[in-house]
């Protein structure tokens, strides 16, 4: 009897406590039960409130304080699904983790998107998330922040977690406030105790105002303008006062993206940052976020390889051709590098442990085959059963999954071959004028489009290339001059932006087809399997090509926009930032196609950033758009022509060459001519004489090649002879490749005095 009095007192002192402290954090709602999952507590929304798990005394858990310039969801609600259900939750669940995953599934209707997601990601940890377009990057970002539900498992925040940073893909910053105070906006820290500092002021009272001071030099406050003039120039940006309104939605990433960055979240997720950003940018964001040291974790969604060097540790999304939903593959500090070498290795020692095994297996099962029946090795028959039975059990003789040792699919692209043009030229600006609001951008533009003609424009952001583009197309009305166009002009047009024109209600084979059906040149009899072949082969197979485009990740809408090129032909393709969005599959895909399409009957222009996708295409001209001005080169693409994207607008370019096939003229070439500096004249001059030795020595470089390459076949299969003549002949053909830069500069340098 006096033990049970000794329980209940126990138990009703306990009641008690957990009724004061309810009290004390002002928890004063019932709970509901929910299949264990505590409701959320809206009204907690302060950051200095504490956090509560929700583990001994079901408390509800605070939502996490989302910093991020998109509308998104708040991180701590919990969304029941039927028949399902989801825990979110954080503090001391995470074990010191920044962010931890176990077990999430998540679909998209009837469609298995993630399966059985764990992952644990430490504080000041910076982690790429890979995989191919439509696996579910995006996706898994969303369920970490709450945008979408999740399927049974748990999402856990860690207790320090306070502040997420997400930056979506299409993520604008739909704001009036000034660039510099967009971004700036994000330091939420400084920006209280700056006010701190004026309220203290305001009330004469210097113990706060000492308080708030300290506070505010403690916190880097001196050093915000430093740090916001830094990442906004690093960006791209020159007018910090410029309202963001004004800006197109390329630019208003940015100032989102500079706004994550600078608010130095407890958990960073930047999906795709690199979209919209030039190759100035990106090298910038590089260095960044190799030496980025933050407190906070970091978490990376890119196709850019040279982000993806900057990062820790690598997990990828591998989708199993044997079952639905991508899995989560963990390379913990590996960078990019050794994250390719390690996977090839796990595949070869999963496909190697499993043959071992199988064989071993086999001898087993043989000698059980044949002495099972025998009295006298009955028992040891029985043994080796035993052993057989074990590695079952123990997963030994299951096969390797097909997320570990599936060769990655590679996509196609098959361009239709070009419609026969009459005449050379298929497209032309003469002297034309373009802008917006009748104000010019670029003036007096001549540019002639003519078959076999690949064209690459460069320059710095805003000078006018899109808009040159654009005038092109047709889309834009010029403010001077004419847009003649051939008769037998069939464009085909590919925007970085082209995805979000397509309507989202329709399922992406009826876009395909309607596209190769419609129009003046449409072809009525393109069927649906053309279409579902042409999506196929860049990756939408099966069911996907028959989702509606809004259910389609921003990859795999690129890649419907990219289908629709493959049915309908086209003698000139103009092409604007087109790898945006693709990942390095796709890319390499359209490289490869646009390399080999059309020969002298079909005409590319290009703007493009991705260094690595121009390398794949014979450019056979340049046009450089910079000042106000647009000079067409004839010739190949140089390592100078990347760093043009960063020459500030008063660099001038070093001239234009003229040819009987094409025009290329710039206002104010002939005022260079004048005008240029007496060292560089004086080079234009001594020229011809460097010339001439330059021709000499590379008759005499193209020589010692021949004769090493004749050398060659006469030593037969000696291995080592081989190996270091080829040495020699490589060193010998970069001597060549540098007196051809060399020749090509020299001859530009003397055409501007001639």
Known sequence: MFSLMNRL??????????TCVLQFYGFS??????????????????????????????????????????????AGTSVQQPKQKQKRSGSDETRGAALLLEGVNVYRGPSHILRDIDWRIEPRTKWALVGANGAGKSTLLKAIVGQIPFDNGKVALGAKSNQIGYLQQTAVAGSNKTIYEEAASGMEAINQARLAIEEAAEKGDLDELEKATSRFEALGGYQQDQKVSAVLKGLGFTDFQKRCDELSGGWQMRVSFAKVLLSEPSLCLLDEPSNHLDDAAKRWLARYLASYE????????????????????????????????????????????QYLQLKEERAKAAVAAFEKNSEKAAKLQSFVDRFGASATKASAAQSRVKQIDRMDREGLLDAP??????????????????????????????????????????????????????VLFRGP?????STILHALRGSLPLLTGQRIENESL???????????ELDPNQRAVDIVTSYAREGPYGDVVVSDQQARSALGRLGLQGEKALRYLRDLSGGEKARVALAMFCLKPSNLYLLDECSNHLDIGCVEALSDALGSWAGDRGAIVVISHDRAFCEKIDFTHVATVRDGTCVLEERAVRDKDWQVDSMSSDQRGSGKIDNNRNEATTNGTSEQKGQLDPKLRKQAFNAPKRIAKLEQLIKDAEGQ?????????????????????????????????KYMEEWEELEELAALVL
């Not at 497209?427 to 004028?433: E, V």
């Not at 291995?719 to 053909?733: S, Y």
Request: charged share 20%; net charge positive.
């Open 401 to 454: 999954p097909d997320v570990l040792v599936a060769k990655q699919f590679k996509p196609s692209l098959v361009l239709p071959a070009p419609p026969k043009a009459i005449g050379e030229t298929l497209l032309m600006l003469k002297d034309a004028s373009v802008g917006y609001d009748g104000k010019p951008l670029v003036e007096n533009i001549n540019l002639r489009i003519q078959r076999g003609m690949k």
């Open 9 to 18: 007192a126990c138990c009703f002192i306990a009641l008690l406590i957990q």
């Open 461 to 465: 952001n805003g000078a006018g290339k």
């Open 705 to 737: 090649i021949a004769a090493i390459e004749q050398e060659m076949i006469s030593v037969g299969n000696d291995v080592g002879k081989l190996v270091e003549m080829n040495r020699r002949k490589d060193q010998i053909a970069a001597k060549v490749e």
């Open 490 to 500: 069939r464009l085909g047009v590919f925007t970085q932006d082209l995805a979000q």
């Open 29 to 74: 709602h019932a709970f509901s039960p929910c299949r264990g999952t505590c409701s959320v507590d809206k009204s907690l929304t302060k950051i200095d409130q504490v956090r509560h798990t929700g583990l001994l005394l079901k408390l509800p858990q605070r939502p996490s304080r989302l910093s991020s310039s998109t509308s998104i969801n708040e």
């Open 294 to 337: 933050g407190e906070g974790a970091l978490v990376l969604v890119t196709h850019d390889v040279e982000l993806l060097k900057s990062m820790d540790h690598i997990a990828e999304i591998v989708v199993s051709g044997s079952q639905s939903g991508g899995s989560l593959q963990i390379y913990k500090s590996c960078n990019y590098e």
